[in-house]
């Protein structure tokens, strides 16, 4: 079965600008998670989707970070405008369901963001 | 709160010989543990995970893992490493909410 996919793989942009991040889950799982990685860290849950519907987004910065599920399929990560703090892997997780504690996470390759 | 601490940031291991890293998490009552690998520009694969029953669960590649309660710990152990082996290695902690808390990694070297 395909893993989960992500795209792009490496980003290189200037603060204040726009970036988006896209996750493909693996087909089937209903719960969608992102994750920022700085390097040296492991790493932290920004945000979690159940279908297309937000279950915890706590540690999202919301002044600049956004996200949406459209369709409980596809994901998109987006950070407006950037700051060099952002500089981190972004990785994108799937697990079957949510309700399910013995469930596993799966990851993506995630996506290397680096901010000049 | 939640935490998890891996105490050795690096380790360096000769091919075949053994392996144990270290996992200490904080937390009231028994979490859910992971161990997952990290391979450079890859994401994290689950080695193995323990919810109850067992102490000592097998994961994948010949990694084990042993949960003491009374020491808070799940070290990792393999008994003969392999130059493929060489990663970083993450312990993960669910409370039961399923956001899942992570160490900050050990990454392993192996040497020939």
């Known amino acids: 079965e395909a893993g989960v996919a992500q795209s792009p793989r490496y980003k290189i942009i200037e603060k204040r600008q726009s970036v988006a991040f896209w996750c493909n889950p693996i087909?089937?799982?209903?719960?969608l998670y992102w994750y920022q990685q700085i390097l040296g860290q492991g790493p932290k849950l920004l945000i979690q989707?159940?279908?297309?519907?937000?279950?915890?987004d706590s540690q999202l910065p919301k002044d600049r970070f956004s996200a949406e599920r459209l369709k409980g399929v596809d994901s998109t990560l987006k950070i407006q405008p950037a700051k060099l703090e952002d500089s981190a892997v972004y990785l994108c997780?799937?697990?079957?369901?949510?309700?399910?504690?013995?469930?596993?996470?799966?990851f993506g390759p995630g996506t290397r963001l680096t901010v000049l | 709160a939640q935490s998890v601490t891996q105490p050795d940031i690096h380790i360096t291991v000769s091919e075949g010989a053994s392996l144990e890293l270290r996992c200490n998490y904080s937390?009231?009552?028994?979490?859910?543990l992971f161990w997952y690998v990290q391979s450079p520009g890859q994401g994290l694969q689950l080695l193995l995970k323990?919810?109850?029953?067992?102490?000592l669960v097998q994961g994948i590649k010949g990694f084990e893992a042993e949960f003491k309660r009374s020491q808070s710990s799940f070290n990792l152990r393999k008994p003969s490493v392999h130059w493929s082996d060489a990663a970083e290695y993450f312990c993960?902690?669910?409370?039961?909410?399923?956001?899942?808390?992570f160490g900050t990694g050990t990454r392993l070297k192996v040497l020939a």
């Open positions: 087909s089937g799982h209903a719960t």
């Open positions: 993960a902690v669910d409370s039961g909410t399923y956001k899942y808390i």
């Open positions: 323990y919810f109850s029953g067992d102490t």
């Open positions: 997780a799937s697990s079957l369901v949510l309700a399910k504690i013995t469930d596993t996470q799966y």
């Open positions: 937390y009231g009552a028994t979490p859910y």
């Open positions: 989707f159940q279908n297309n519907g937000v279950v915890d």
